[in-house]
């Protein structure tokens, strides 16, 4: 698409019902990941929870081919982990879930981290890091702000812990497409880049890595791991331009102390 969708307010309420409705999906899958799931088991739960007692869609199965309902990146897999039956999360790990839901026409589009089990400091510190990056992102977003304002907070958080941030992947609009204009990334300058506007919704989801910014992709066409390695973390939300701030369409009962409604 070539420009921005601003979203009116029946179509922002449609996009809240989406959020609303997926951050049911995080409080369920709260309850049923833990040491010994396998990835594929996640997917299933999720995916039924999803079809059968949200009446709504997965908007990830089918997207670009993709064939789950969501991703699972464990470990030093950084983004579009695949969910597989062989793969049993053990006490220790750490691993990214990302899932988008339709219903209504409209999508939402989160991630949530995971420990598993006891995890040790240096995950702990990561993760809890990257969330707070995600928040001072959010917390930039309001009418005449700009997409570099976005991407210099999370940078400027992440870097000060002595992380790095993944550049190859960025946040996107959305609403009746997954993916929209504009492209949010997660690293800039103040005062740089577009100009935001109440209407507009588009997801924010830094990738932090515990070592260097470099990825690679699997054979496999979807899974990114860090080069080196070492542990990455990432959280998503997707977000609303107000008229007079942020809302956080995907917000989760957990977070209501934070932005939004």
Not at 50 to 66: C, D, E, M, N
Not at 198 to 203: D, E, K, L, S
Request: contains cysteine.
């Amino acid at each position: 698409m070539s420009q921005v969708i601003l979203k009116t307010a029946p179509q922002l309420a449609l996009m809240r019902r989406a959020g609303q409705l997926l951050a049911e999906v995080f409080a369920e899958l709260d309850r049923f990941i833990q040491p010994g799931v396998t990835t594929m088991q996640i997917n299933d739960h999720a995916e039924a929870f999803i079809v059968q007692t949200l009446k709504a869609r997965p908007a990830s199965k089918g997207q670009y081919g993709f064939p789950y309902a969501l991703n699972t990146s464990v470990d030093h897999v950084v983004c579009h982990g695949m969910p597989d039956a062989r793969q049993r999360l053990e006490a220790g790990s750490i691993v990214n879930v990302d899932i988008t839901l339709e219903q209504g026409g409209y999508i939402a589009d989160s991630s949530k981290m995971y420990a598993i089990g006891a995890i040790d400091e240096a995950a702990r510190h990561l993760v809890d890091t990257t969330y707070e990056a995600l928040w001072k992102g959010i917390e930039q977003v309001r009418p005449g702000a700009t997409l570099g304002d976005i991407g210099h907070a999370i940078q400027a958080h992440a870097e000060a812990a002595g992380y790095s941030v993944v550049r190859e992947y960025c946040g996107h609009g959305i609403g009746q497409q997954m993916h929209e204009k504009p492209e949010v990334l997660h690293y800039g300058q103040r005062g740089s880049g577009l100009r935001l506007k109440p209407g507009m919704v588009f997801t924010i989801e830094p990738m932090i890595n515990q070592g260097a910014r470099g990825v690679k992709t699997l054979r496999d066409g979807w899974t990114v791991i860090t080069r080196d390695r070492l542990l990455s973390a990432q959280w998503e939300h997707t977000v609303a331009v107000t008229e007079d701030g942020v809302e956080v369409l995907t917000l989760r009962a957990e977070e209501a102390g934070r932005l939004g409604r």
